[in-house]
């Protein structure tokens, strides 16, 4: 499975944790809102590997759920209310994400940058490169900041402040964030 988010935990209080979700595959669609989607996000570095490879459970989080259905949301959405009390994105940028939009963004770049089109020889290279410049530049990445209250401290102890990884966690419900937003959320 491909990953679709890279998620960095930015702040932390007694019950509740930020984290700020990029995403880093276009298949990853709109920035879900749900219980579900924020418990796939706190197990994915829930568990670590033994000796022989398999994974366990390494932390309080990860005991009370097994590793095989730590990133399903049909497995999690039954059981979200036991963890997350409330999940609210505060911050949203750049989305919806339109791929079409931003391949045509590209383009345009390179038409305007090099004064070449499509049925130039270069074309096909000076676009991939463009592309690759439009990923690295943050202002153009599709970006969610989450805060997610838990109904216990013990479900966040694994998460550090600092801490980054990627996740393919996915929504089957929603809600999904489609427009810009910001605001400042409530502490506790």
């Known amino acids: 499975m491909s990953s679709l988010w890279k998620v960095f935990v930015t702040e932390k209080g007694k019950k509740w944790i930020d984290t700020e979700v990029l995403l880093i595959h276009p298949d990853a669609g709109d920035f879900p809102e749900d ?8 197990t994915s570095e829930a568990y670590e590997f033994d000796k022989e490879y398999n994974r366990v459970a390494a932390s309080p989080l990860a005991a009370e759920i097994p590793f095989d259905d730590s990133y399903l949301p049909g497995s999690l959405g039954p059981i979200a209310h036991k963890f997350i009390e409330k999940v609210v994105v505060y911050e949203a940028r750049n989305v919806p994400f339109i791929e079409e939009e931003a391949h045509e963004k590209v383009g345009q770049k390179v038409k305007d940058n090099l004064g ?4 130039h020889e270069d074309w096909d290279d000076e676009w991939e490169e463009e592309w690759i410049n439009f990923w690295d530049d943050a202002d153009n990445r599709p970006l969610a900041k989450y ?8 479900w966040i102890e694994h998460l550090k402040v600092g801490k980054h990884f990627d996740t393919a966690s996915f929504s089957e419900v929603g809600p999904w964030i489609r427009e810009n937003r910001l605001f400042v959320p409530e502490n506790d």
């Open 35 to 42: 219980p579900a989607f924020a418990l796939a996000l706190l």
């Open 116 to 119: 070449i089109d499509e049925d």
């Open 147 to 154: 805060r997610i209250w838990v109904t216990d401290e013990q």
